[in-house]
């Protein structure tokens, strides 16, 4: 596909890298001539230097034959003229990134307004993720498929973890009866897609889905469920902070939020009456102590830099907060610091890029399956994806263990007329299921793409062969 991204910032270069492995053609328009020489150094990409709202810098880079723009800079109005002007010229599909909320007060009428097909707002997504783990704060990571009904969820194995030391087929009489499936483990940052001869080990990433209920009742049984959070620690007042707190607040936790700046201060407090503001510096350890840092039930990072994020994140740590979640947009950092025991670590670019890329990739497979869920597990070692099964899958009402799967695939969870299973050999994908993929290796656009048929053309093959070895007809 050809693929305008305008803006080559922190999410507009994780994209182009994103996409530009998956053998897209990429665009990049920008007036930052570093930033673009980055990306040409870096990536198999073309760079148009220019302002991306003008006519001329969109003719330039293609904007009459593209597939898809993506209007990705720091301004939401820039953002808004690009797919605009993209639109009149004959781009099919525009995604803007748009922050300010009193642009979507009227999301549909705005959006056809200025030719937006999907529009984004990074920083209330990553609220609404964060808030997703202060539910459930045994979580390391909480991912959603199915209009909630399904929940992936991962977490480190500790020493003392029954399930540990012995094959995951051993492992039915313990959890029978529960709605779950041990999808994925990271192990050393290796992401492994698991059988029923996968021992886990203590320190593993494991990555755990199925209903709701039962990833719940799986928290107790290993002893990690996790009392209810009531009180909430945020350091830094940017935009997702005032989206967290918006929705801490309807779920009746109470918020401190520390803010440098005093102007920011007072903005907060008159948008978020029921919250408590501190002007301060958050990453202050008197102050950090002065507000009771240490009776927090969740502590929460969102400053502009990742490395104040997460040494004050260690910090909370130390204090022995019960949740800590910290915002860092840099991948090099998230190794070190899970090593030390910070597994929530939330990346509001990596989020976006996922968002996008699910929408790409739909648009790439328009006649198959429809994907309407695309998470990244384990750093990108793996992808967890949901499809919709219609007319053009193959193999419907076939047992899945008469099935021949690519090398890295599984299939996960299927939902079958409202019901959520977690499948076995015997069990078949109808048409109108709903199914989760975990994969690790594979571009899949389709759930046919799940499919070795090659194994069965060698057999078919094979078979003609003893046929005419025996002088039959065939």
């Given at each position: 596909m050809?693929?305008?991204?305008?803006?080559?910032?922190?999410?507009?270069?994780?994209?182009?890298?994103?996409?530009?492995?998956?053998?897209h053609?990429?665009?990049?328009?920008?007036?930052?001539?570093?930033?673009?020489?980055?990306?040409?150094?870096?990536?198999?990409?073309m760079?148009?230097?220019?302002n991306?709202?003008?006519?001329?810098?969109?003719?330039?880079?293609?904007?009459?034959?593209?597939?898809?723009?993506?209007?990705?800079?720091?301004?939401?109005?820039?953002?808004?003229?690009?797919?605009?002007?993209a639109k009149h010229?004959?781009?099919?599909?525009?995604?803007?990134?748009?922050?300010?909320?009193?642009?979507?007060?009227?999301?549909?009428?705005?959006?056809?307004d200025?030719?937006?097909?999907?529009?984004i707002?990074?920083?209330?997504?990553?609220?609404?993720?964060?808030?997703?783990?202060?539910?459930?704060?045994?979580?390391?990571?909480?991912?959603?498929?199915?209009?909630?009904?399904?929940?992936l969820?991962?977490f480190?194995?500790?020493?003392?973890?029954?399930f540990?030391?012995?094959?995951?087929s051993?492992?039915?009489?313990?959890?029978?009866?529960?709605?779950?499936l041990?999808?994925?483990?990271d192990?050393?940052?290796?992401?492994?897609?698991?059988?029923?001869?996968?021992?886990?080990?203590a320190?593993?990433?494991?990555?755990?889905?199925?209903a709701?209920?039962?990833v719940h009742?799986?928290?107790k049984?290993?002893?990690?469920?996790?009392?209810?959070?009531?009180?909430?620690?945020?350091?830094g007042?940017?935009?997702?902070?005032?989206?967290?707190?918006?929705?801490?607040?309807?779920?009746?936790?109470?918020?401190?939020i520390?803010?440098?700046?005093?102007?920011r201060?007072?903005?907060?407090?008159?948008?978020?009456p029921?919250?408590?503001?501190?002007?301060?510096?958050?990453?202050?350890?008197?102050?950090?102590?002065?507000?009771?840092?240490?009776?927090?039930?969740?502590f929460?990072?969102?400053?502009?830099?990742?490395?104040?994020?997460?040494?004050?994140?260690?910090?909370?740590?130390q204090?022995?907060?019960?949740?800590v979640?910290?915002?860092c947009?840099?991948q090099n950092?998230?190794?070190?610091?899970?090593?030390?025991?910070?597994?929530?670590?939330?990346?509001p670019?990596?989020?976006t890029?996922?968002?996008?890329?699910?929408?790409?990739?739909g648009?790439?497979?328009?006649?198959?399956?429809?994907?309407n869920t695309?998470?990244?597990?384990?750093?990108?070692?793996?992808?967890?994806?949901?499809?919709v099964v219609n007319q053009?899958?193959r193999?419907?009402?076939?047992?899945?263990k008469?099935?021949?799967?690519?090398k890295?695939?599984?299939?996960?969870v299927i939902?079958?007329?409202?019901?959520?299973?977690?499948?076995?050999?015997?069990?078949?994908?109808?048409?109108?299921?709903?199914?989760?993929?975990?994969?690790?290796?594979?571009?899949?656009?389709?759930?046919?793409?799940i499919?070795?048929?090659?194994?069965?053309?060698r057999?078919?093959?094979?078979?003609?062969?003893?046929?005419?070895?025996?002088?039959?007809?065939?």
């Amino acid at each position: 596909m050809n693929i305008i991204i305008v803006g080559d910032g922190k999410v507009g270069y994780t994209l182009a890298e994103l996409l530009s492995q998956e053998d897209h053609n990429i665009t990049i328009v920008d007036n930052d001539s570093e930033a673009l020489r980055k990306a040409d150094d870096a990536l198999d990409v073309m760079c148009v230097k220019g302002n991306g709202a003008s006519i001329s810098a969109l003719r330039e880079a293609g904007a009459e034959h593209a597939d898809v723009l993506i209007a990705a800079t720091s301004l939401d109005e820039v953002n808004m003229v690009c797919c605009l002007n993209a639109k009149h010229l004959g781009t099919s599909f525009t995604v803007a990134r748009v922050r300010n909320v009193e642009y979507t007060v009227d999301v549909n009428a705005f959006k056809r307004d200025m030719g937006i097909d999907l529009l984004i707002n990074p920083e209330r997504a990553t609220a609404v993720e964060i808030a997703r783990l202060l539910r459930f704060p045994s979580a390391a990571n909480i991912e959603t498929f199915y209009r909630g009904r399904v929940e992936l969820m991962s977490f480190r194995a500790r020493e003392g973890d029954f399930f540990l030391g012995q094959p995951l087929s051993n492992l039915s009489a313990r959890v029978k009866g529960l709605p779950i499936l041990f999808c994925a483990a990271d192990r050393n940052g290796q992401v492994i897609i698991p059988d029923g001869s996968f021992v886990p080990q203590a320190e593993d990433r494991i990555y755990l889905i199925g209903a709701p209920v039962g990833v719940h009742e799986f928290f107790k049984l290993i002893g990690r469920y996790a009392s209810h959070i009531r009180n909430v620690f945020v350091v830094g007042g940017g935009r997702i902070s005032y989206y967290l707190a918006s929705i801490l607040e309807r779920m009746n936790m109470r918020v401190k939020i520390v803010e440098l700046k005093e102007t920011r201060c007072r903005q907060l407090s008159e948008d978020l009456p029921h919250s408590l503001i501190i002007l301060g510096d958050g990453t202050d350890q008197e102050l950090l102590e002065s507000e009771n840092l240490g009776e927090s039930d969740a502590f929460v990072a969102l400053t502009d830099r990742d490395e104040d994020n997460l040494i004050i994140s260690l910090y909370a740590m130390q204090r022995e907060v019960p949740k800590v979640v910290a915002k860092c947009n840099r991948q090099n950092y998230t190794g070190i610091v899970r090593h030390l025991g910070l597994e929530s670590i939330i990346s509001p670019k990596l989020f976006t890029a996922n968002q996008i890329l699910q929408i790409v990739r739909g648009r790439q497979n328009s006649k198959g399956s429809v994907m309407n869920t695309l998470y990244k597990i384990g750093d990108g070692g793996a992808e967890a994806m949901e499809f919709v099964v219609n007319q053009t899958t193959r193999h419907l009402g076939t047992p899945l263990k008469d099935l021949h799967l690519k090398k890295g695939i599984l299939v996960a969870v299927i939902i079958h007329q409202g019901r959520t299973i977690i499948p076995e050999g015997s069990s078949t994908i109808e048409l109108g299921d709903t199914v989760i993929i975990i994969s690790s290796g594979h571009g899949i656009l389709d759930i046919n793409d799940i499919f070795d048929d090659s194994v069965l053309d060698r057999r078919m093959d094979g078979f003609e062969d003893d046929m005419l070895d025996r002088g039959l007809d065939l």
